[in-house]
Structures are given as structure tokens and as C-alpha cells.
């Protein structure tokens, strides 16, 4: 996630955006989590992929 950041810094640098915005839009899942959920390459719940997004978002120093 820290590897997305620093692109985006490289790609857009000097555009005005909001990281903390951007970061919370990352843990905002009530749009998807009505959806099925796709086939996966592994079996994986989407409770645990929530949960490691989230666990990744707050890793973020910013």
C-alpha cells in the first residue's frame, strides 16, 4: 500500500490531493459488500480481505 503512495506522489506530482481521503475511500466497502463475490484464483472470505485492507490503510503514516 506504502508502494501506491509513493507513485502516486511520483505520478501526480504536484496535483493537490487529499491522502486522508483517499485512504478512508479505501475502507469504505458498503457499496460492495452487497455484492457477490467473484471467482477467486484461492478461496478467500471477503471479511479477511476487508480486514487486511484496513489493517494496510492504518499502517500508512501520514
Not at 1 to 27: C, T, W
Amino acid at each position: 500500500m506504502e508502494k501506491l503512495f509513493e507513485k502516486l506522489k511520483q505520478k501526480y506530482r504536484g496535483a493537490d490531493y487529499n491522502q486522508p481521503h483517499i485512504l478512508k475511500s479505501l475502507v469504505y466497502f458498503a457499496n460492495a459488500d452487497g455484492q457477490p463475490m467473484p471467482r477467486m484464483h484461492q478461496e478467500v472470505s471477503w471479511e479477511d480481505i476487508k480486514k487486511q485492507i484496513i489493517k494496510k490503510v492504518k499502517a500508512i503514516k501520514l
